[in-house]
């Protein structure tokens, strides 16, 4: 069974940073796209970024493009998501999700449906 950990979360002032990492357990988590997600309160669950296996393709929300950075580590057992110039609109709880099919390693995945592995979440907030 997959446990993906998300860390980093936290209270920011708007035009602040902050670093998310997630790390993952259970399966080999490096062979697999990874991605990250928000949901604020009564909204749906949105697409962040995501990753592929190697690291080598990226994809980003338009909300967040030039300011979110997703990476993965060396070893491809942790995943990062630097997020810089923060809004306030950017306010949500923030998940790590791992993909359940081996043959999209290639791919930065946006549809959450290919994600079949979820962390707690960790809360973002920004205030104004």
């Known amino acids: 069974q997959v446990q993906l950990v998300e860390s980093g979360g936290g209270l920011v002032q708007a035009g602040g940073s902050l670093r998310l990492s997630c790390t993952a357990s259970?399966?080999?988590?490096?062979?697999?796209?990874m991605g990250w997600f928000r949901q604020a309160p009564g909204k749906e669950r949105e697409f962040v970024a995501a990753?592929?296996?190697?690291?080598?393709?990226?994809g980003y929300a338009d909300s967040v493009k030039g300011r979110f950075t997703i990476s993965r580590g060396n070893a491809k057992d942790t995943v990062y998501l630097q997020m810089n110039s923060l809004k306030p609109e950017d306010t949500a709880v923030y998940y790590c999700?791992?993909?359940?099919?081996?043959?999209?390693?290639?791919?930065?995945?946006?549809?959450?449906?290919?994600?079949?592995?979820w962390g707690q979440g960790t809360q973002v907030t920004v205030s104004s």
């Open positions: 259970g399966r080999t988590f490096s062979n697999y796209a």
């Open positions: 999700a791992l993909a359940g099919d081996y043959s999209s390693r290639y791919w930065a995945l946006s549809n959450r449906n290919k994600y079949d592995s």
């Open positions: 990753i592929s296996w190697s690291g080598g393709t990226t």
